[in-house]
């Protein structure tokens, strides 16, 4: 499939970008100021910007060149980077919470961009393999900056890691090309508003889109609280160290990258077991977590929950993209995050809370119910998959 490994490699360079910022800015907000609340207001608030925007965003990438949309996206995250570098510099870690808004805003730009690009340029039967696989090289761009802001970090070398990060973002933002697809245009004769109503008239139409919205909804928060609350985990339970916290960060990222080493017959076989017990096996994972002091068990149930939560993203995204008709990829894409950012948006600050009342560790407890809860309430769902689509 031509034009595969541009695409790979751009999504791998942002997510190295965002696996970097993410140990630097969520290690530096809890160590500077030791409040779980902050720390969960932290990930909260940086979702919120995207949780307005989203409404706009698909309708805006399905009336607009999904290309020229992933170029702005680039350009939004290289000036929450350049804003990094200067709270740094005024020496004020209140700017990482604008910065942390301006980075999610841009993924949420990119990722319905990208997914509508791909949708439009490769074949439907080609994608849930494209988007695990997709999945998997961002992840491992995510390990690859987690790893290097873990050690710039302990070594208070922030400065040349955010100078790399810029060069990075600005380099893609100017130089990067990708082919042209054969995107339907659409005549537009209507407004933004009347093509959103369009779009919620639409999900009535697919009543699977909700079923589809509850279990990435639950894989979302499940991924974003966990790596959020990892640093303060680290701190409270196995080890006051930026690097260790590198370190089970990157465990928990390689877990993600393995599901995507597969081959496309081999994911195809674990999908018909994953569909049914992911969530089960991700409550159990979760659960350890709460009380096993053990390095390697934390190591283990780490790597699964990286392993399952970026599968279940993965696999269902395509699902969903698949049974979506040609004109509505971008306001599905959109709604489904909405769904996604405002779970974290509402769940995030009150297991702040909770953390600091009763322990980091019970996050994970939390998590395991939610978890839990999506496999009880729609179990039946997990047997969807890419073969089931007309």
């Given amino acids: 499939m031509p034009y595969v490994k541009k695409i790979f490699f751009i999504q791998f360079s ?7 910022f993410l140990v630097l800015s969520s290690w530096t907000i809890f160590a500077t100021t030791g409040s779980l609340l902050l720390t969960g207001l932290y990930i909260s608030l940086g979702f919120v ?19 020229k949309m992933i170029q702005i996206a680039i350009i939004v995250i290289a000036i929450a980077l350049l804003n990094t570098l200067f709270s740094f510099q005024m020496d004020t870690i209140y700017m990482l919470y604008l910065s942390q808004m301006l980075l999610q805003l841009g ?45 710039l970090v302990d070594y208070s070398n922030i400065s040349i890691l955010l100078l790399m990060l810029c060069f990075i ?3 893609l933002a100017i130089s990067y090309t990708l082919p042209k697809t054969v995107q339907a245009k659409n005549q537009i004769q209507t407004t933004i508003h009347q093509d959103l109503k369009d779009g919620f008239r639409y999900i009535k139409t697919k009543p699977i889109f909700w079923k589809l919205f509850v279990i990435l909804g639950s894989g979302q928060v499940i991924t974003h609280c966990t790596t959020g609350f990892l640093a303060a985990y680290t701190y409270e339970t196995v080890a006051n160290n930026a690097t ?4 089970l960060q990157i465990i928990l990222t390689i877990g993600g990258i393995s599901i995507g080493l597969c081959s496309k017959q081999f994911l195809t076989k674990l999908s018909n077991i994953f569909s049914h017990t992911a969530f089960l096996i991700l409550s159990i994972a979760l659960i350890l ?11 283990i149930c780490l790597f699964s929950i990286g392993l399952l939560t970026t599968w279940i993203r993965s696999h269902f ?14 306001k599905m894409a959109s709604f489904r995050m909405i769904i996604n950012q405002g779970s974290v948006v509402c769940i995030s600050p009150l ?33 969807i998959n890419a073969d089931s689509v007309r």
């Fill in 107 to 151: 993924g949420s730009i990119f990722r319905p961009s990208i997914q509508v690009y791909m949708t439009h340029l490769f074949e439907h039967n080609q994608l849930p393999y494209l988007f695990t696989k997709s999945a998997s090289i961002s992840i491992f761009g995510g390990v690859v900056g987690t790893f290097i802001a873990s050690q």
């Fill in 244 to 247: 260790v916290y590198g370190y």
């Fill in 289 to 299: 977590c709460v009380f096993s002091k053990s390095y390697i068990v934390i190591f």
């Fill in 317 to 330: 995204q395509a699902v969903q993209q698949m049974h979506t008709a040609t004109g509505f990829n971008g």
């Fill in 14 to 20: 942002l997510e190295l970008i965002s696996g970097a």
């Fill in 169 to 171: 973002a600005i380099t």
């Fill in 351 to 383: 297991l702040g809370v909770i953390a600091s009342v009763i322990g980091t560790n019970y996050i994970f407890l939390i998590l395991a119910i939610i978890s839990m809860a999506s496999y009880l309430l729609i179990g039946n769902m997990y047997s």
């Fill in 49 to 67: 910007p995207s949780l307005i925007a989203n409404l706009y965003i698909g309708a805006i990438v399905d009336r607009r060149d999904s290309k």
